[in-house]
Each structure stands twice: as C-alpha cells, then as structure tokens.
C-alpha cells in the first residue's frame, strides 16, 4: 500500500490517500498534498499547529480538512511534513489533527506546484479488502 | 457517455437539447474536427450539456475552441442565465476568480532589448514576487486595508502610485466592479489575501516579453498602439490569488448547504448555483466582484513592478519607452450585463469561465479610443509558443454574447508531462532553438507547463477568428519569461 498517489486529470491532478483505516487516508492524502507543493524530506519540524475542521459529510469533511493546509500555506507561508489525526468523528464529520512544519525558504524547499483549491469533482471515498482510499482532485 | 453531435459548419456543432435529461436549450460547440477529437478524450462535451439543464438559460450553452474538463462548467464555458429567473454559480466562474491577461506594449524593439534580455528577465524575475509562498512586497496589516482594495480595484493600486492614471481607461471594467462589497468576503479569504497582493503566484501564471511577429489586421493593431513587427510586448497573467480561490470555496459549500434540493437534482455537484433574486446569489456576486477587483489590482502592481524593472535596466522612463497598457482582459467571471435576445435587451448573469469577453464595436464598455474596431482579446499560448491578439466583434455579440477563447488549453495532464518533460531540458531547448531567456521558481513548473502539453493556440486563434467571433490582429512571439 502506498500512503499517497498521484492520479492523472487532464488540467489538474488527482491526489489519493491510502490507509487501513479512514483516519489514515485522509492523513495520507494531507500528506500527498504536502508532497505535490514541496519535498516533504526538505520539511523540518519547527512548528506545530492544530487545525480543526467539519462537514456535513464525509467528503465535504474531506474537502474542509485538506483546505485547511491552503489556508496556512497563503496566510502563515507555512510548509508541512508530519500529519497526525488526533480526533476523527465520522458521525458529526470533524476532524482535528496536530501538524508539524516549517515557513516555506526558497532557498531550502525543492519546491513542486502550487494548489489553489480541492475540488469535489470525481471525489471519491472507498473501501476494498481493509484498505480505505480517498481520491480528490486539486485545482491547479 | 458519448455525446452526439449535429455539424452545423465544419468548426460549429451542436449538443441538441435531450442529449441529457433536462436541457433547455441546446449545446453549442466551436472547434474544428482536431480541436473536437481533444474535446471528446474527457468530459468538455458532457458538461457543455450539463450546463444546458440550468434555469434560465439563453440561446445555448457554449463551448469555446480551447474548451477542456473543468469542474462544473468546462474551462472555455460561457452561459447567460436570467438575471431575475437564472441563478449565479460559482462553478461558471472558477475558484481564480478574475484569472486574466493584461497586454502592455513598448516603443521598444527586438533588436534594443536583444543583449540586455536575460539582465531583464532577471530584474523583473526579481521585482516581482513569484512561485510557491510568494508574498507581495506592499505589507497590509489589516482587514481595513485590504477591504479599500476590494471595493476599488486597480484604482487603489493607482491612487497608491503603482501605475497611470490612464491606465485604468484600458482595463476591463476599469478593473472595478462597483457592486463589490468586502463585508461579504470572510475573514479566512482575508488571512489568505492579505500577504499575497502584488504576486503572480505559481501553475500556469506568467510574465512573458514577447516581439510582435505577423500583423494580421494593421488598422486595428494601429488603434492597439502596435505600429511594426518586431516591436517589444509585455504580457501578464494571474488572477486573484488565495483571497478568490478562498471565496469560491466559501460560497461552494454555503450554497451546497442552503439548497440541498437543488443539489440533489443536479447532474453535477459542482454546478450547485444561488437562484436569482435569492440573499446568497446577491452576496455572492459581491464578494466575487471583491475578488475580480482584488485581481485587477494585483495585475496593476505587478505592472508598476515591470515598469521599475524596465526603467533600472534601460535607464529610461516608462514614459518614454511608451510602456502604455492595451487592454487586461478577466478570463474568470460573472457579470450582470444586458444582450439582445430575440429582439429584445435583457438582464443576466453573465458567466466566463475560461472565456474572454469580446465585445464588438461601438459597445459602450469599450474604451473611447477603441470603439471604432471593437475591444481587445488577449489569447496567451502556452510557454514557449505564441500569444494572439484578437479583436472582438458584431458577430461574437450575436453568436457568443460576446465571448471568444482564453488560450490554448490543457491536452495532457500535469503528470503525464511530468513523466514525459523535465524543466531543465525544456528550458535548454526553448533557450537554444527560440533564442529565449526563461527564469522559473521551479523545474517542476516548466515541465508541467511543456509546450507539448497544451493544445496548438494557433488552432484555436483559427478558429475564434473563422467563426467569426474574435478576429486575428497581431501574432506575439515570446523573448522572455518569467513563470512562477
């Protein structure tokens, strides 16, 4: 099982998380995201956040939770290596998660795309044989 | 699904109504049969038909020459919507909200420029803030601020003194939507806008120098300001940052939790809209206006930002390089305007997403000095190939409501050209064969923006212009560039 991967779309680009519970994938789609803006090997683990998100199902929860990485990446100019889910309610549609990053230095970060938004389209959430995956496309 | 088309003329076809349950008008498409066989490897045709099934929908649902898969609506997509029976929808405008070009021209020559060009790009790579976590030298500090911005536009970059006053005579809109209300934009689109004012941002954003190649049409190239081949050209595109990626997300999920019936009788998520006349399609159009306006802004100052370049480098003024605006188009929006339907003027909501206006003569949103040939369209390429000016006309009133293409359109995904590029040869090669200097924040960047890896602009240009609903003025060769 691969915890993240990165799926064609012909103007954009599908990000897929993977993980033997849901939980898990949403944490290793974040992650992926985290990848595709730069290499998470070059990210140091100098500051730590909590973030908190909801929705009114499970793929808005999906959509509002990874949104929140955009929020402070635009705001805090802040890059992300370490994501860990520290609640996750699939019955009121909350998650919180504690991450671990650094501000973004040109100079540092091998830097990859920019992500402007998570879109909803062919967002898909799934299980198969214990292995949950949930795929969503990020508008470049 | 496969979508049947009827040929009405070898670069017009129609999607007829009940091709999917719940037309009201039919689809139309402009392309010729290459540009068509690219519509139909993924969903263009399909959502061109979608957008068909919304209330209050005029005449057809469009489908421009450059169309590709969007979200909701295609990229390339324009439809006009009843302005009292219709409805707004974020997925008819995009999350970059006011994503546009703007043109500037130069007295300059390819021949003046040739030796200082790569000191040039640099300077300019330099003065203006681009690529992952750029952030705009001019520091707001609060929500007051920034909120000056968004009711004014490109008239506070002015008033700021980045920029002409005359310039805002050649913007669309004279980059200022009145209706915008900053009250309605929230405060999370506030945090992501704050830092980020006068950036150009990464993915497909540029600023390219480019030489005028072939002159199609010299009276209105003339009108234009661009009097002989070879003359300099500085083009820019971006749109509104974080702060209208942040609003459409914000109204997204709002409407998708206000109408849930709507929602459910949607053939797609993503075309959720706020009826007309209802409290959210009005705050809605006011905060996308706050973020068309946050856009032209952003394109004003990274215009000061090249001027300063071009000044330090040559040692001249602005003024005296005629460093003068042609136009700025949006390619991302909704407007209220009135078109001439079976006879009669009526309102709508006017949505381009991945569509540039294209008014024709004599229309009274064109600035004095073009009214007499019609307005600008600005058709950038990909990097690398050429960029068009084209010219709005009569018949894209009628055809388009006056719309035509926004440029050349994705052909292979990001990842397929990741696989199949590498920045560093691209540059070599663009360097080598075009004679082009590139500077880019990253490989990865010009590899995912490959030449190869976009639809052939010149296509579409030929196309817009057979159909008559943009006419060749000028074709723009790149010199220099600047990606983010």
């Known amino acids: 099982m691969k915890k993240y991967e990165f799926l064609e779309h012909t103007a954009d680009v599908f990000i897929v998380g993977n993980g033997k519970t849901l939980e898990e994938a949403f944490q290793n789609c974040a992650l992926g995201l985290s990848q595709y803006m730069v290499n998470l090997g070059d990210v140091e683990k100098k500051i730590q956040k909590k973030i908190m998100a909801k929705g009114t199902d499970l793929k808005s929860l999906l959509v509002e939770f990874l949104t929140q990485f955009l929020i402070l990446h635009d705001s ?52 198969k044989e214990g292995i949950y995956s949930v795929k969503v496309l990020v508008d470049i | 699904m496969e979508i049947k088309l009827k040929k009405i003329s070898d670069i017009e076809w129609e999607i007829p109504k009940g091709t999917i349950q719940g037309m009201k008008v039919p689809g139309i498409v402009f392309a010729s049969k290459i540009l068509l066989e690219k519509m139909k490897l993924d969903k263009t045709l399909q959502q061109t038909a979608n957008v068909a099934t919304l209330p209050g929908i005029y005449k057809h649902a469009i489908c421009l020459p450059d169309g590709h898969e969007g979200y909701g609506f295609p990229i390339g997509g324009v439809a006009a919507l009843d302005f009292k029976e219709g409805g707004i929808s974020p997925g008819g405008i995009g999350y970059d909200i006011n994503c546009g070009v703007r043109l500037l021209r130069t007295s300059l020559t390819d021949k003046e420029i040739h030796e200082k060009l790569k000191e040039l790009v640099m300077a300019i790579f330099r003065n203006v803030p681009s690529g992952l976590g750029s952030k705009g030298k001019v520091r707001l500090r609060s929500r007051a601020e920034l909120d000056e911005v968004l ?286 200097f590139i500077r880019s924040a990253s490989w990865k960047g010009i590899a995912e923006e490959a030449p190869g890896a976009y639809k052939d602009v010149e296509e579409v240009a030929r196309v817009s212009h057979k159909a008559g609903i943009g006419n060749l003025v000028v074709r723009l060769r790149p010199v220099g560039v600047v990606k983010g």
């Open chain 1, 76 to 127: 805090e100019n802040l890059v992300f290596s370490s994501i860990k889910v520290t609640k996750f309610d699939d019955k009121n549609f909350e998650i919180e998660a504690i991450i671990e990053g650094e501000e973004f230095d040109p100079e540092k970060h091998k830097q990859g795309t920019l992500i402007k938004a998570i879109t909803y389209h062919e967002l898909e959430i799934k299980e």
């Open chain 2, 151 to 436: 009711k004014i536009g490109a008239r506070w970059a002015v008033e700021k003194g980045y920029g002409w006053k005359k310039d805002l005579k050649h913007l669309e809109s004279e980059g200022e939507l009145k209706i915008a209300e900053p009250r309605y934009v929230s405060d999370t689109a506030i945090k992501r806008g704050l830092p980020q004012l006068g950036s150009l941002g990464a993915g497909n954003h540029f600023l390219e120098i480019q030489r005028v190649g072939e002159i199609f049409d010299e009276k209105t190239a003339k009108v234009f300001g661009i009097e002989k081949k070879d003359q300099i050209t500085i083009m820019i595109h971006c749109g509104s940052r974080g702060l209208g990626h942040q609003v459409c997300t914000d109204y997204l999920r709002e409407m998708e939790k206000t109408f849930p019936d709507i929602l459910k009788k949607l053939p797609d998520r993503e075309l959720i809209y706020a009826p007309a006349g209802s409290e959210l399609a009005d705050r809605y159009l006011k905060a996308m206006s706050c973020a068309a306006n946050y856009a032209w802004a952003n394109r004003q100052m990274i215009v000061h930002q090249i001027r300063e370049s071009f000044e330090k480098v040559f040692n001249r003024s602005a003024e005296d390089m005629g460093m003068d605006i042609i136009y700025d188009v949006a390619h991302n929006i909704a407007k209220i305007e009135t078109h001439k339907i079976n006879g009669k003027d009526v309102k709508v909501y006017m949505h381009r997403k991945g569509a540039t206006r294209a008014f024709g003569p004599g229309h009274p949103e064109i600035p004095s000095d073009y009214q007499k040939v019609g307005q600008p369209v600005l058709l950038p390429g990909s990097m690398g190939t050429a960029s068009f000016v084209l010219v709005g006309s009569k018949t894209a009133m009628e055809k388009t409501f006056g719309s035509t293409a926004h440029g050349a359109g994705r052909l292979m995904s990001r990842h397929s050209a990741l696989k199949q590029f590498r920045g560093e040869e691209i540059k070599k090669q663009l360097e080598e064969e075009k004679k082009m």
